[in-house]
């Protein structure tokens, strides 16, 4: 039997949420200038149903989508549901199940968006009181991707259910598959190189019925988020080299900075190896280089530097190896005049391990004066302190996890931040969790120290305290033991 | 509101830029290269250009004078929206590239 739905606010509430869609969609190209790393989506589509008995008719559905840095937000209106989403992309089309026909916009988000493994933790209201119970509720999923491969499993709590995903996504087709014990559904979706796209899906429920739907969405991928910064924020590192234009960390990552002329550093990542050499990689799982699960620290350094760590990036850096800090060194020796950061990754060292690692230095930079490091956690940073009098900076995402904040909570944020980068030579920091630049240069003049921001792009942006900018990155230390012992 | 109403063209910043041109066919949009003399991206990208005898023009930015480099700058931020990097291929006043990767070169414009 049909069921019908209520549809006292049905009508208002689809037109109120299209004009927020239209409206917001097309001014999302000028909001860059407030927000950063944003990627917007919206999208229409329209439903038949096959279905004698569905829980509701034909349908319009809407949708919303915001990705914002590592915690996309999704709203999502959708016939008489309403969801919030937030955690990784990938995984979110497996819930729009149960009468949805449209995934519009998620292959750029698989294309543009870097988490390959990543929580989405959602919820559903079943805003017009259908009574299906499948439109109420939280659910939690687990998501990844592998080159244009992207799956996850999750289950939905009130429903209890589970449900599993896997899609494909291309430069400009994605396909996707889900399935629960109450449906299943394919979806096609195809899109244009101006960011409109058209979107087909047809789904199976457990009795045998059909539904078809098609939508059209339009997206916009922000600005570089570089293009935001102020010129406050006048120093400029190089991001592994670079993330954009090289395989991070290898030669030709850092041939690109040292060819860039506006960069006076560049950042890289240290880790240590199971046969305690110290290598420049990034990620402590080598996924994201196509090379699998396996985790670095498990790995001796013959055995990742047998590695092809280019191919992932692009054909044309086939055959790239890893460096380690020697080759480094040597890199360093030929651009006397360039500075280092070196990102020690590790959670922590033994001081042995330390003071390895700071020896190696020694011997193989002829100017390890140029050589500044930062630490993921305060133990590491304090290790390293009583080790050198080389700057020691914080990474502070890993120290404290930080979301958005809005100005009447940035005192709060403030006063948490001070005691954790008190003893730090500079701090470096997420920019995609702040707009608010004034507040960090406002912080970073307070605590008399250089604030870095980093982002998915290849320049670390950089602020110097006003009173710093004669030191060479802003840190006093830079210039070495000479000035220091005045 | 939406993005080509309200984009000026900054052409005329580029009027005083003493570009070099290459022959060739016509690309969909006008070319153009800033690059330094001095760099490997920008010589492999001008090298495969060059093979794909395609139509574009191309100057090194680091034998510019200051006024000219500012220029350049300006008008790749204004146009653009980001920072000049090199090589910085301008694919008419809507999209560019920076870098070279082989593969999105060839995706971009052509095989050639």
């Avoid at chain 1, 290790?383 to 080389?390: F, I, N, V, Y």
């Avoid at chain 2, 900054?10 to 070099?20: K, M």
């Avoid at chain 2, 794909?52 to 480099?69: M, N």
């Avoid at chain 2, 653009?80 to 090589?87: D, G, K, N, Q, V």
């Amino acid at each position: 039997m049909k069921k019908t739905i209520r549809t006292k606010h049905r009508v208002p509430m689809l037109v109120a949420a299209l004009l927020l869609t239209i409206t917001s969609t097309l001014g999302a190209q000028e909001l860059p200038l407030l927000l950063q790393e944003r990627y917007i989506m919206a999208h229409i589509g329209f439903q038949r149903q096959y279905a004698t008995s569905y829980e509701y008719p034909d349908d319009i559905s809407l949708g919303y989508t915001i990705f914002n840095g590592e915690f996309p937000v999704v709203i999502h209106a959708e016939g008489p549901e309403l969801s919030l989403y937030s955690g990784s992309p990938l995984f979110i089309p497996a819930f729009l199940s149960g009468g949805t026909t449209n995934q519009i916009g998620y292959i750029d988000a698989y294309s543009n968006y870097t988490p390959i493994a990543l929580l989405s933790l959602g919820w559903r209201h079943d805003l017009l009181k259908t009574g299906n119970l499948a439109n109420d509720g939280f659910f939690a999923s687990w998501g990844w991707r592998a080159g244009i491969l992207s799956g996850g499993l999750g289950y939905h709590f009130a429903h209890e259910r589970p449900v599993g995903y896997l899609g494909v996504s291309l430069d400009n087709l994605g396909i996707s598959l889900s399935a629960s014990p109450v449906n299943l559904k394919a979806t096609l979706t195809y899109r244009t190189e101006k960011s409109w796209s058209i979107s087909t899906s047809a789904e199976v429920d457990e009795h045998g019925r059909a539904s078809f739907g098609i939508g059209f969405g339009l997206s916009r991928k922000d600005y570089a988020a570089e293009s935001i910064f102020t010129d406050d924020w006048s120093l400029s590192v190089a991001h592994r080299g670079s993330l954009l234009h090289a395989p991070e960390n290898t030669n030709a990552a850092f041939e690109w900075a040292l060819e860039q002329p506006r960069y006076v550093a560049i950042e890289t990542d240290i880790q240590l190896t199971a046969d305690g050499k110290f290598l420049l990689i990034h990620d402590p799982i080598l996924l994201r280089y196509s090379h699998g699960f396996d985790m670095v620290g498990d790995m001796t350094s013959e055995q990742l530097k047998s590695l092809d760590m280019g191919s992932w990036f692009s054909p044309d850096f086939a055959g790239t190896q890893v460096l380690d800090l020697a080759q480094l060194g040597e890199i360093s020796n030929a651009n006397p005049d360039v500075y280092w950061l070196l990102e020690l990754k590790n959670l922590v060292w033994t001081r042995e391990e330390a003071k390895r690692f700071l020896a190696e230095i020694d011997e193989e930079f002829d100017h390890p004066e140029k050589i500044g490091f930062y630490t993921v956690t305060l133990e590491m940073m304090e290790l390293m302190q009583s080790l050198t009098d080389r700057p020691v900076g914080i990474q502070l995402d890993t120290v404290k996890m930080m979301f958005y904040y809005s100005d009447h909570l940035m005192p709060l944020v403030k006063a948490e931040y001070r005691p954790l980068v008190r003893n730090a030579d500079f701090f470096t920091l997420l920019s995609s969790k702040f707009d608010r630049q004034e507040q960090l240069i406002e912080l970073s003049e307070e605590l008399g120290i250089p604030v870095m921001l980093w982002n998915f792009h290849d320049v670390i942006a950089g602020y110097i305290p006003k009173d710093l900018r004669h030191y060479p990155l802003g840190m006093p230390k830079m210039l070495d033991g000479a000035l220091l012992k005045e | 509101m939406w993005g080509k109403k309200t984009k000026q063209p900054q052409g005329s910043l580029l009027e005083s830029i003493p570009f070099t041109t290459v022959e060739g066919r016509q690309a969909k949009q006008p070319l153009t290269v800033f690059a330094l003399s001095t760099c490997g991206f920008c010589r492999r990208a001008i090298t495969f250009l060059n093979d794909s005898t395609i139509a574009y023009r191309y100057v090194y930015v680091d034998k510019l004078d200051k006024p000219a480099q500012d220029a350049v700058r300006a008008y790749v931020k204004k146009t653009f929206h980001t920072m000049l990097s090199y090589p910085f291929l301008c694919i008419g006043e809507d999209d560019y590239l920076t870098g070279f990767i082989r593969a999105s070169w060839e995706k971009e414009l052509g095989n050639g």
